[in-house]
């Protein structure tokens, strides 16, 4: 969990792809200074990234870049989700603060201390989230520059039983969630998204979770800026928890390729 790599990296696709395919939730990677500010022994850390992570995710993208017609870009978030979470509100306009996971969590996924309940959120904030925010911003402008739009596709997994933490746990959990935002998630879009994983099974909306992310700049006011969320059910494509992926994993790349060619073709 020690590493050198930076905090995120954006992998350059064709010159003129409006597709950025998001990924924020892949990594295990948690810097010492971070570790040392969370209360869980070492043992516990690990089954929680088991349970937090979407792994496998960054591999479900590369392998979806390397079968689309026109290669994507993708902005791959490198340090764990228990570092910071890049796609939560730092502020009180984050839900998720109700269960102690706000941009930067002190609950774990099981409603247990993750770190002290008066952590200063803002200098893992300042460190980490707020450079990743202008670094997707600026990612979106460049796709705006050269393609005259941008098409954010999250790409998330969840597990197949819901977890203490979930705040609207109850609900259908498909194979496929597709996660939608009612001004950055056109028709169109949404449509081409059913299509191109409609192989992988039951495809449902906005439950377990909802919503796509787009960075604050743009959000609800630039139209050129479409996203939608992909949140795939972990038993299809690997063994829960934490486990190894599984033959689930191409199938879904070859939808996800699918859809970034509808996209672009």
């Known amino acids: 969990m020690t590493s050198a790599a930076p905090s995120f990296e954006l992998l350059p696709g064709a010159a003129d792809s409006p597709v950025i395919l998001h990924v924020p939730h892949s990594a295990r990677e948690i810097p010492p200074a971070v570790r040392a500010g969370i209360v869980l022994d070492d043992a516990e850390l690990e089954r929680?990234?088991?349970?937090?992570?979407?792994?496998?995710?960054?591999?479900?993208?590369?392998?979806?870049?390397?079968?689309?017609?026109?290669?994507?870009?993708?902005?791959?978030?490198?340090?764990?989700?228990?570092?910071?979470?890049?796609?939560?509100?730092?502020?009180?306009?984050?839900?998720?603060?109700?269960?102690?996971?706000?941009?930067?969590?002190?609950?774990?996924?099981?409603?247990?201390?993750?770190?002290?309940?008066?952590?200063?959120?803002?200098?893992?904030?300042?460190?980490?989230?707020?450079?990743?925010?202008?670094?997707?911003?600026?990612?979106?402008?460049?796709?705006?520059?050269?393609?005259?739009?941008?098409?954010?596709?999250?790409?998330?997994?969840?597990?197949?039983?819901?977890?203490?933490?979930?705040?609207?746990?109850?609900?259908?959990?498909?194979?496929?969630?597709l996660g939608t935002d009612s001004f950055h998630t056109p028709p169109e879009l949404l449509a081409a998204a059913r299509e191109a994983f409609a192989e992988c099974g039951e495809i449902g909306l906005d439950s377990p979770f909802g919503g796509a992310y787009v960075p604050l700049e743009f959000y609800g006011t630039e139209r050129r800026v479409s996203a939608l969320m992909v949140e795939i059910r972990r038993d299809t494509y690997m063994s829960e928890p934490g486990g190894p992926a599984g033959p689930g994993l191409t199938r879904l790349a070859q939808a996800l390729a699918c859809l970034v060619d509808a996209l672009t073709g």
Do not use: K
């Open 48 to 177: 929680e990234l088991d349970h937090i992570t979407d792994a496998h995710t960054a591999e479900i993208a590369a392998e979806a870049s390397q079968l689309s017609s026109v290669v994507p870009w993708r902005f791959v978030n490198r340090l764990s989700r228990l570092v910071v979470d890049p796609e939560r509100f730092p502020d009180e306009r984050e839900e998720m603060l109700a269960v102690g996971m706000g941009a930067v969590y002190t609950r774990t996924t099981h409603r247990a201390p993750l770190r002290p309940a008066d952590t200063d959120p803002e200098p893992l904030i300042a460190r980490y989230f707020r450079p990743y925010a202008r670094a997707m911003t600026a990612a979106v402008a460049e796709r705006l520059a050269a393609a005259g739009r941008a098409v954010i596709i999250d790409v998330h997994s969840y597990p197949t039983r819901a977890l203490p933490y979930e705040l609207h746990g109850e609900g259908p959990r498909p194979p496929v969630c």
